[in-house]
């Protein structure tokens, strides 16, 4: 039997806890054995064991009754630095805040990860009735304006895999015809920005556009959103320019066109 190199064997353990961990991002609160094994393909043995290893390490913690798992003190601790050190929050805060004051509504930030986006900030709306988000919870790329808008400018491989992927059903107005899906991306291209109506939430609306770094890519996404009956066509006409120019000055806060500018220069 032929023996695998131990850098390989101890990759794909990093890899195992690594989706171990990354499964406390979405869904319920908390996770037992028998999900944690059937969601990942491990056997309750291997799940076990990497789970406590991580509460030994504070990473996740046995709930109360002694059942389930949930995120403990240290991933706590390892989000809210990454949230602080956060380049993208840093250059969007005031731009958000200043979004917000102008339209009234919540202002969010979004990150692009390779599973999905998670909001990562947001600046809520002065109405009462107003649009709130969870931060740090992990969304599908086809609902909402937000992950539409980056999944409009991936590279085309990346495309492809969520085209092709499971495109969840969130509501009744979400896409998950794929060649509706792409036709709709084809608009958000030609326009530089998303629009959604009650694709994520039932009655939520908004309007993002994407955010570049410095290669050109898509890092992140910020939109405008607020209840469906006050985000209507002529808003949207109105907001849209200042949601495009917000994100593009935080794309060039984050290196995009640099490149470009620097080849002027020669």
């Known amino acids: 039997m032929e023996t695998l190199p131990e850098q390989v064997v101890g990759t794909e353990a990093a890899a195992r806890v690594a989706d171990v961990l ?15 094994s059937r969601e990942l393909g491990l056997s309750k043995a291997v799940v076990y064991r990497i789970l406590q290893s991580l509460v030994a390490r504070g990473l996740v913690e046995l709930e109360p009754l002694g059942r389930e798992y949930r995120l403990g003190p240290a991933a706590a601790a390892l989000g809210a630095r990454a949230l602080r050190d956060s380049d993208l929050r840093g250059a969007s805060l005031d ?13 969010t930030l979004t990150s692009l990860l390779p599973q999905g986006r998670l909001y990562l900030e947001q600046f809520e709306g002065v109405h009462e009735i107003k649009m ?51 036709s709709e991306l084809d608009t958000v291209r030609a326009r530089g920005y998303a629009v959604s109506g009650g694709e994520r939430q039932p009655d939520a609306a908004s309007v993002a556009a994407p955010v570049f770094n410095v290669s050109g890519l898509p890092v992140g996404a910020i939109s405008v959103c607020g209840p469906r009956f006050r985000v209507t066509n002529e808003f ?24 470009a500018r620097s080849g002027n220069e020669d």
Request: a negative charge.
């Open 22 to 36: 990354l499964l406390f991002t979405d869904g319920p609160a908390t996770l037992g054995v028998s999900r944690i």
């Open 95 to 107: 731009v958000l805040r200043k979004l917000r004051d102008e339209t009234g509504e919540t202002a």
């Open 132 to 182: 709130t988000v969870e931060l740090g919870r992990l969304f599908p790329l086809h609902a909402g304006s937000s992950g539409k808008c980056m999944l409009a400018f991936l590279p085309p491989d990346q495309l492809d895999e969520v085209l092709h992927g499971d495109l969840v059903k969130l509501t009744e107005r979400t896409i998950v015809d794929p060649e509706a899906l792409a």
């Open 236 to 259: 949207v006409d109105r907001i849209a320019p200042k949601v495009t120019e917000a994100a593009a000055l935080i794309s060039r806060r984050m290196g995009w066109g640099t490149a």
